[in-house]
C-alpha cells in the first residue's frame, strides 16, 4: 500500500522535496493556505533548478478537508507559524504517523513532542538553497539538496529504514541519521552564527570579513556559538567547525542569513527560535555570549516595533 505524505506548506523548502516526490510518483498533498492553493491550482506547482524543471499540478487539502490520517508529515513553515501549522494538520496526525519537521534550531523538537507524542515526532534538517520568486515559482540553485531525518533517540530502526525508502527520490539526496541531533545542531550552530553576523553588521559575509577586525569578530561569533553546542553535549566536530569558519570568512562572499533578509524587509522573523533560545541555553550552562547577548536584544527591539508574538 502506498504511503501518504503531507507537506505542510508549499514554499521554497516543502515544495521542493514535495515536487520531487510527486514527480517520482509518490502520494503527496499539499496542506497550503487558500491564496497558495488557488495559486497552485491555477499555475501549477513551478520549479525551476540546476538538477532539472518540474511543474506539475499538486494535490492539496486544507484543514477542514483532512479527515484521514498521514503515514508521514513533512513540516517546513517558519518556527512563528509553528503554532498556528500544528492546528492545521493536527487532523493528520494518527497513531501511526511520524512528523519529520524541517525547521532551523531545536526549540521546536520539545513543542511538537508536547502537543503529539514523542512516539510522532522525528529529527530532521535539510541543505538547499532555493527561494520563491514573485510569480510564486520555486527557484533552486547550487548543489544537489539533502534531507536529513532520524530517530531522536539516535537508534537504527527498521521504521526509520522504511521511510527513507519511501522519502527517496530524484533530485535530492535522502540520509536517513543515526546522529540527527547532532545533525540539527551543527546547522544551528551555522545559522546562528551567520544571523548574529550579517543583522548586528547589517552586510553580507564578504563585507563584513574584508573590514579590519572583520573575521576576529566572526570567529568570536563562531566560538560562542560552538561553546553552547559543546556544554549541552554536541560539540560539531573538528571538520564541521573549520568548514562553518571558511564559510564566513570569504571576502568575496554575497552570503546573508534568512533572518538579515526578512528584517530587511520588515517581515517576521526566526531570531527567538535561532538566537532566543541559544541564549536561554547558554544561560543554563552558565556561558558567558555577549554578541549573541547583543543579537538578540537587537532582534528583540525589532520584533517589539513589529508587534510579533513570542515563541511557546
Not at 515544495?15 to 509518490?26: E, K, L, N, P, S
Not at 499538486?58 to 503554532?83: C, W
Not at 559543546?230 to 533572518?259: F, H, N, V
Amino acid at each position: 500500500m502506498t504511503s501518504r505524505i503531507l507537506i505542510v506548506g508549499a514554499g521554497a523548502v516543502g515544495g521542493y522535496f514535495g515536487a520531487r516526490m510527486a514527480a517520482a510518483g509518490h502520494d503527496v498533498t499539499f496542506l497550503v493556505r487558500p491564496k497558495r492553493r488557488s495559486q497552485l491550482l491555477a499555475d501549477g506547482l513551478c520549479l525551476r533548478s540546476t538538477i532539472g524543471d518540474i511543474t506539475l499540478t499538486p494535490k492539496t487539502t486544507s484543514t477542514q478537508d483532512i479527515t484521514n490520517p498521514y503515514d508521514i508529515v513533512l513540516l517546513s513553515v517558519k518556527a512563528y507559524s509553528l503554532a498556528s501549522a500544528m492546528d492545521d494538520f493536527s487532523a493528520a496526525v494518527g497513531t501511526g504517523t511520524h512528523i519529520i519537521p524541517l525547521l532551523n534550531g531545536m526549540r521546536h523538537l520539545d513543542i511538537l513532542t508536547a502537543r503529539f507524542g514523542q512516539h510522532a515526532v522525528m529529527g530532521g534538517t535539510c541543505f538547499i538553497v532555493s527561494k520563491l520568486n514573485k510569480q510564486g515559482h520555486i527557484e533552486q540553485s547550487g548543489s544537489m539538496p539533502r534531507l536529513s531525518f532520524g530517530e531522536i533517540s539516535g537508534r537504527e530502526t527498521a521504521k526509520a529504514q522504511q521511510i527513507g525508502k519511501i522519502l527517496s527520490s530524484p533530485g535530492f539526496e535522502t540520509i536517513c541519521s543515526t546522529h540527527i541531533l547532532q545533525d540539527m545542531w551543527n546547522k544551528w550552530v551555522l545559522l546562528a552564527s551567520l544571523g548574529s553576523i550579517c543583522c548586528l553588521m547589517r552586510g553580507t559575509v564578504g563585507e563584513i570579513s574584508s573590514q579590519k577586525y572583520g573575521t576576529n569578530f566572526i570567529h568570536a561569533v563562531i566560538d560562542e556559538c560552538v561553546a553552547i553546542a559543546t556544554a549541552t553535549g554536541y560539540c560539531p566536530d573538528e571538520q564541521t567547525i573549520d568548514g562553518i569558519i571558511k564559510l564566513l570568512s570569504k571576502k568575496d562572499s554575497s552570503l546573508t542569513s534568512s533572518i538579515f533578509r526578512d528584517l530587511c524587509r520588515g517581515g517576521p522573523i526566526e531570531a527567538q527560535q535561532i538566537i532566543g533560545d541559544l541564549v536561554i541555553r547558554a544561560r543554563k550552562h552558565d556561558l558567558s555570549t555577549p554578541l549573541l547577548d547583543l543579537t538578540n536584544i537587537n532582534l528583540g527591539v525589532y520584533e517589539q516595533q513589529h508587534n510579533q508574538m513570542p515563541l511557546t
